[in-house]
């Protein structure tokens, strides 16, 4: 518990108000390279989405192997990383003269403007139909960020306490079903249940996949976090928090009693159990709950991304490698947006290809019709397929981080 809680009381001993009355300070490489890495990790995932053969999921027991889920479980890491990120990123712009004011208004615009996004041309990338009614990372992110408008302007230890909260505490409400709240049902499905909501029967509806409440808690905590950030001590402190809380997961995911969630995406809720070989019984153990993040989920992802963090406080942002991986991580919107149009093209040109069927990729694909006969390809094809899309988004990125570089002045490039 000491390892916890210093830290987080240190969130006071660095004042909002005093650190923007400071020197501007300059931006940190740390963050844009963890950014930046599981950006390009996150097009793996999407990539095996649209290319795979398989008609099961990585997190089905009763199907998977070693390679197939150790290829999902690697890309856990994107959703909670971006999300805590762009809480941090918030609070870092105070260092470098934003208000809090300017800073709740931003929440609350960009916020909006993800959800349209997603429910607009960020779904129809998936579907090739719009609009798509689909409530993805982009969509929590953007519901996150408008509640972070009002949050914000808490004190700092209530922000972290109240995301913290969030976190530890969400799966006490996994006994409420979104059926025992009557006409209420569909609001308890976006704040907390995977599923679908009907907007206007039949034809109007939202495909829930990722619930608001714990993303919220992570956006917070990742604001919470950001006076942290601003200490010459951020390298120790980031990796004993990102160890406590790893030591945490393994603690309360062996106990098995609490953390794993018992609502939500059928094949990771619940305790882990011994399976016919070891391999699979160490799936079981990481099988965590991403839809909504499970406490243990949380843990898993944000505790090793935090000892990364810590690490790439000594890497060298000139390396060639570094310096690739920053350009991702410093137009993350600009690449998830291009990156989806992509790969479903490829996906398209591919099965032309291969002479495999290529119209259903045109009329709502995996989300709307399922994978047809004759169609996919194994994971070596999936991993060069995954390398080609994010060498081929290199370029159109170094111009739009250069673009907005040359452009500060223009303040709606903040939005992508």
Not at 233 to 238: A, E, G, S, V, Y
Not at 259 to 278: C, D, E, L, V
Not at 324 to 350: C, E, K, N, Q, S
Request: charged share 10%; hydrophobic share 50%; aromatic share 16%.
């Amino acid at each position: 518990m000491t390892t916890i809680s210093n830290p987080i009381a240190s969130l006071q001993s660095v004042p909002v108000s005093e650190v923007t009355r400071s020197a501007p300070a300059p931006r940190l490489n740390s963050v844009d390279l963890l950014r930046g890495l599981v950006m390009i990790i996150m097009a793996l995932d999407h990539t095996r989405d649209f290319f795979s053969y398989l008609r099961f999921q990585p997190e089905d027991l009763s199907h998977t192997y070693g390679a197939l889920f150790f290829t999902r479980v690697i890309t856990h890491y994107c959703a909670p990383v971006f999300s805590l990120l762009a809480g941090t990123g918030a609070f870092l712009a105070t260092s470098r003269g934003k208000t809090i004011a300017q800073i709740s208004r931003f929440f609350w615009t960009r916020g909006l403007w993800l959800v349209f996004a997603e429910i607009t041309f960020i779904g129809a990338a998936w579907t090739f139909q719009f609009p798509f009614g689909f409530a993805g990372v982009i969509w929590a992110l953007g519901w996150s960020m408008v509640a972070m408008a009002l949050i914000v302007r808490l004190p700092m230890r209530w922000i972290a306490v109240l995301g913290i909260g969030m976190i530890v505490g969400h799966n006490l409400l996994d006994g409420i079903s979104p059926d025992s709240l009557g006409r209420f049902g569909g609001f308890w499905t976006i704040l907390h249940t995977q599923g679908m909501v009907f907007i206007k029967p039949p034809t109007i509806r939202l495909v829930v996949m990722y619930p608001l409440i714990p993303w919220i808690g992570v956006m917070a905590c990742g604001y919470a976090m950001g006076p942290l950030l601003l200490r010459p001590d951020r390298k120790k402190l980031l990796f004993r928090i990102g160890l406590a809380l790893t030591t945490a997961f393994f603690v309360l995911r062996g106990l098995n009693l609490y953390g794993n969630g018992t609502a939500g995406y059928p094949f990771s809720i619940g305790p882990w159990h011994t399976q016919p070989t070891a391999a699979l019984t160490l799936i079981s153990f990481f099988n965590t709950l991403k839809y909504p993040p499970s406490l243990d989920y949380l843990l898993m992802t944000l505790g090793p991304a935090l000892m990364a963090l810590s690490w790439l406080e000594n890497v060298n942002a000139q390396k060639t490698w570094a310096r690739v991986v920053l350009v991702y991580g410093r137009v993350p919107m600009f690449y998830y947006i291009l990156h989806i149009y992509l790969i479903h093209t490829m996906a398209i040109i591919a099965a032309f290809a291969f002479h495999q069927p290529a119209a259903w990729l045109w009329h709502g694909g995996m989300f709307v019709l399922g994978i047809p006969n004759g169609y996919g390809h194994g994971l070596p094809f999936i991993y060069l397929m995954w390398i080609t899309a994010v060498v081929i988004l290199y370029l159109p990125c170094r111009w739009y981080m250069n673009f907005k570089r040359e452009h500060r002045d223009w303040s709606f490039l903040s939005y992508i």
